[in-house]
């Protein structure tokens, strides 16, 4: 049986930076603090946790000679004043790319547009983003995007996971419904590859594994990317989870795994992997 892993799965460099980050802020300070999970990985939490990265639910939790870690998905602004005001310390472990995304919607409101996002409700990333500018329409589907009424002026970002389909599926819509738009397509470079190798594996291997926390968006993203194309694929989020069934008369297995998916979780996957097809052949790396 052969076994092709994606180059790209796992960490993006904004998680990966995010997490060295609070892993030398653990050491330095002996307890750093963070308002909600670091990223969206339960082992990644935990793992933390150990090393003195403590989660809490508001700044006053934080003792004054404490840092606090703005997470990589973004904070909004009324946070990073009132972190200031009592003059905690700063450490900012923000994804570049998800700033970028925060002064793209300052730039489009700054033209006189409505804004929109294109993203998942209630998700850290997509809250941050839309606390740049003031009422922000967000839009997750098309039945969304076709429940709006008509506009005159609008910009669009998109959380930086989103899948591309789902992005055109609802610039379609708001194309007919807004006289002037302009979209800025924030969709990161590290998902759009993830997302590509994902498709192309899905399409030539017999089964597909995705590794990724149920709570990690882009983790469920490259799932369903894949079961659109394989219906022999599942999602787990350890080694534990694989079932010796599904291997059975298996000649290629794809893996990947999402952007706050550790490196030591896919490597327990493609070791079971191996024990169950009783290979003992190198994995190959699917560019």
């Given at each position: 049986?052969?076994?092709?892993v994606?180059?790209?799965?796992?960490?993006?460099?904004?998680?990966?930076?995010?997490v060295k980050?609070?892993?030398k802020?653990g050491?330095?300070?002996?307890?750093?603090?963070?308002?909600?999970d670091?990223v969206?990985?339960?082992?990644v939490?935990?793992d933390?946790?150990k090393k003195?990265?403590k989660?809490?639910k508001?700044?006053?939790?934080i003792?004054?000679?404490?840092?606090?870690?703005?997470?990589?998905?973004?904070?909004?602004p009324?946070?990073?004043k009132?972190?200031?005001?009592?003059k905690?310390?700063?450490i900012?472990?923000?994804?570049p790319l998800?700033t970028?995304?925060?002064?793209?919607i300052k730039s489009l409101e700054?033209?006189?547009?409505?804004?929109?996002?294109?993203?998942?409700?209630?998700?850290?990333?997509?809250?941050?983003?839309?606390?740049?500018?003031k009422?922000a329409i967000?839009?997750?589907?098309a039945?969304?995007a076709?429940?709006?009424k008509k506009?005159k002026?609008?910009?669009?970002?998109?959380?930086s996971?989103?899948?591309?389909?789902?992005?055109?599926?609802?610039?379609?819509?708001?194309s007919?419904k807004?006289?002037?738009?302009?979209?800025?397509?924030?969709?990161?470079?590290?998902?759009?590859?993830n997302?590509?190798?994902?498709?192309?594996?899905?399409?030539t291997?017999?089964?597909?594994v995705?590794?990724?926390?149920?709570t990690?968006?882009n983790?469920?993203?490259l799932?369903?990317?894949s079961l659109d194309?394989?219906?022999?694929?599942?999602q787990v989020?350890?080694?534990d989870?694989l079932?010796?069934?599904?291997?059975?008369?298996?000649?290629?297995?794809?893996?990947?795994?999402?952007a706050?998916t550790?490196?030591d979780?896919?490597?327990?996957?493609?070791s079971?992997?191996?024990?169950?097809?009783k290979i003992k052949?190198?994995?190959?790396?699917?560019e």
């Amino acid at each position: 049986m052969k076994i092709l892993v994606a180059k790209d799965a796992g960490y993006c460099f904004g998680v990966r930076d995010a997490v060295k980050l609070a892993k030398k802020s653990g050491a330095d300070y002996d307890e750093v603090y963070m308002l909600g999970d670091i990223v969206h990985n339960e082992q990644v939490v935990s793992d933390l946790s150990k090393k003195g990265s403590k989660v809490v639910k508001n700044l006053d939790e934080i003792p004054k000679d404490k840092p606090v870690l703005f997470r990589a998905h973004g904070t909004d602004p009324e946070t990073w004043k009132a972190a200031q005001k009592k003059k905690l310390n700063i450490i900012d472990a923000t994804c570049p790319l998800v700033t970028e995304i925060h002064e793209e919607i300052k730039s489009l409101e700054k033209e006189g547009r409505r804004t929109i996002i294109i993203g998942d409700h209630n998700h850290d990333e997509v809250v941050g983003i839309a606390a740049q500018v003031k009422n922000a329409i967000i839009i997750s589907n098309a039945e969304e995007a076709l429940s709006l009424k008509k506009m005159k002026r609008a910009g669009v970002v998109s959380q930086s996971t989103q899948m591309i389909e789902n992005v055109h599926e609802i610039l379609n819509i708001l194309s007919e419904k807004v006289y002037d738009l302009r979209f800025v397509n924030t969709i990161c470079y590290p998902t759009r590859r993830n997302h590509e190798q994902i498709k192309k594996l899905a399409d030539t291997c017999d089964l597909m594994v995705v590794i990724g926390s149920y709570t990690s968006a882009n983790s469920k993203r490259l799932t369903q990317l894949s079961l659109d194309r394989n219906k022999n694929s599942f999602q787990v989020t350890c080694a534990d989870e694989l079932k010796k069934s599904w291997f059975s008369n298996i000649g290629s297995v794809g893996i990947s795994a999402g952007a706050s998916t550790p490196d030591d979780l896919i490597a327990d996957v493609i070791s079971k992997v191996k024990l169950f097809s009783k290979i003992k052949v190198k994995e190959e790396v699917y560019e």
